[in-house]
Nanobody, 121 residues
Framework: VQLQASGGGLVQAGGSLRLSCVAS????????IGWFRQVPGKERQGVSCIQTSDRRPYYTYFAAGRFTISSDNAKNTVYLQMNSLKPEDTGVYFC???????????????WGQGTLVTVSS
C-alpha cells in the first residue's frame, strides 16, 4: 500500500488549503482513508477520515465545521479541504489507510509521508 500526500504549504490565518492523498496497492473502495497531524509539542492526532465505500466522513472536534473530507473513488484520491485555518493548525499532515468499519478516526494501518502545513498569524 502506498499513500502519497500533497498540498501542504504556507498560508495566512483564515486562509485555506486542500490536501490530497492518492492511494495505490489496495482495493480503494474497501478502505477507510484518514488524516493525522503532528503539531509541535503534541502527539499525532487524528483529524478526519472517510469510509470510501459510502463516502461517510468523520471529523475530530477541532476539524468539524472547518474541514471537509471527500473522496474521488475513480482517482483513488481523498481530499481534505481546510478552511478558516489557524496558527495552531500548523504541523505535518499524514494520510493513513486501513480496514475499519464505522468511525475510522483511528485508522492508521498504513501511513504515507507527511505534508507540511504552516499557518502564519
Amino acid at each position: 500500500v502506498q499513500l502519497q500526500a500533497s498540498g501542504g504549504g504556507l498560508v495566512q490565518a483564515g486562509g485555506s488549503l486542500r490536501l490530497s492523498c492518492v492511494a495505490s496497492g489496495l482495493s480503494f473502495g474497501d478502505y477507510a482513508i484518514g488524516w493525522f497531524r503532528q503539531v509541535p509539542g503534541k502527539e499525532r492526532q487524528g483529524v478526519s477520515c472517510i469510509q470510501t465505500s459510502d463516502r461517510r466522513p468523520y471529523y475530530t472536534y477541532f476539524a468539524a465545521g472547518r474541514f471537509t473530507i471527500s473522496s474521488d473513488n475513480a482517482k483513488n484520491t481523498v481530499y481534505l479541504q481546510m478552511n478558516s485555518l489557524k496558527p495552531e493548525d500548523t504541523g505535518v499532515y499524514f494520510c493513513t489507510a486501513g480496514l475499519r468499519l464505522g468511525n475510522c478516526l483511528n485508522v492508521n494501518d498504513y501511513w504515507g509521508q507527511g505534508t507540511l502545513v504552516t499557518v502564519s498569524s
